[in-house]
């Protein structure tokens, strides 16, 4: 990473508490466990009842094949109790508590992801790439539990030892945006697309960034780009769809919001959604509330949001009938 970026994160964070927050330790009082919380469901008993027991040949590589088949369907909680299940059997392996944790935080699990990650740190003897991996999941579930200045010191521990790993960019991009600071996203945003130019994920963010700067058809070029990278089939279309109608709302063309949209919905979810954008259109704080909320993941920016639309709801509700 060039020194310019280096600068730029270290300069910014005093006055924006990127990095105020230490790192606390597990909670020692937690009144259940992980694996506690996370009773097999029914798919999940059924596959280890067709496996067998303990001693089976190829156990682990069954219940492993499962639980990467369950987080490529985005079943997150499924295929982290399949890793609990291989932690249960296998206590020695990192490479299975760090994919439960990885599986709890991107199941929305993010507690649960917290004391894994902590756990881990504060338990094993990790290689300093171990280390990094670790601290960099733990920085994720931070942001994307809306706690930012936590996010911002696990992840700038990890850029301290290692500039070019594309997640951690992406993240203090994200990080970045969510204080208005634009020019210094787009710096961490463009030099992850350099470490990977066709990575899906950190172009969706950028151009969420671009369309809170209301730059809004640079945000539509980019997600654009993102839609052609992914192709037609990928998992992501209507996830880029939704972020790209929503771009398309927010710039007053209600037109390609709709034909962008209708792919993915009913025609009562349809009229459901162009009213919502039609509301959008014309409320800039309603606007950048869902734009962060796509964004950062994070349910810090629902209240604002709802709080919002309940006082649309309101003036709808008491106007005079025509």
């Not at 994720?140 to 930012?148: V, W």
């Not at 700038?156 to 290692?162: G, N, P, T």
């Amino acid at each position: 990473m060039s020194n310019l970026l280096r600068f730029s994160l270290v300069a910014a964070v005093s006055s924006v508490a990127l990095l105020t927050a230490a790192c606390s330790g597990p909670n020692p009082n937690s009144p259940r466990s992980i694996k506690d919380r996370l009773q097999p469901d029914k798919e999940v008993q059924k596959v280890m009842s067709e496996i067998g027991g303990p001693k089976i040949e190829g156990m682990d590589a069954a219940i492993q094949a499962n639980a990467e088949q369950a987080l490529a369907t985005g079943k997150y909680k499924t295929a982290a109790q399949f890793y609990a299940q291989l932690i249960e059997k296998n206590p020695e392996k990192l490479e299975y508590k760090l994919a439960l944790a990885d599986a709890l935080r991107k199941g929305g699990h993010y507690d649960e992801a917290e004391s894994a990650y902590k756990k881990i740190l504060a338990e094993e003897k990790l290689s300093e790439a171990e280390q990094l991996d670790v601290r960099e999941g733990l920085g994720l579930a931070y942001m994307e539990d809306g706690e930012f200045d936590k996010a911002g010191d696990e992840l700038a521990s990890v850029m301290e030892k290692d500039a070019k790993r594309w997640r951690t960019l992406n993240a203090i991009g994200i990080l970045f945006t969510t204080k208005q600071m634009y020019s210094e996203a787009r710096q961490y945003f463009d030099e992850a697309l350099v470490l990977d130019s066709q990575n899906i994920a950190v172009r969706n963010n950028l151009a969420l960034m671009e369309a809170l700067d209301s730059n809004h058809d640079e945000a539509i070029r980019l997600l654009s780009e993102a839609k052609s990278i992914n192709g037609k089939r990928g998992s992501s279309v209507a996830q880029l769809d939704s972020n790209l109608a929503l771009v398309y709302a927010i710039k007053g063309d209600l037109k390609m919001a709709e034909a962008t949209i209708d792919p993915h919905l009913t025609e009562a979810q349809k009229l459901n959604n162009m009213g919502f954008y039609a509301r959008l259109k014309g409320d800039d704080q309603l606007a950048k509330s869902y734009l962060s909320m796509a964004l950062t993941k994070s349910e810090k920016y629902y209240d604002k949001a709802w709080k919002n639309l309940d006082t649309l709801n309101k003036l709808r509700d008491s106007a005079p009938a025509r």
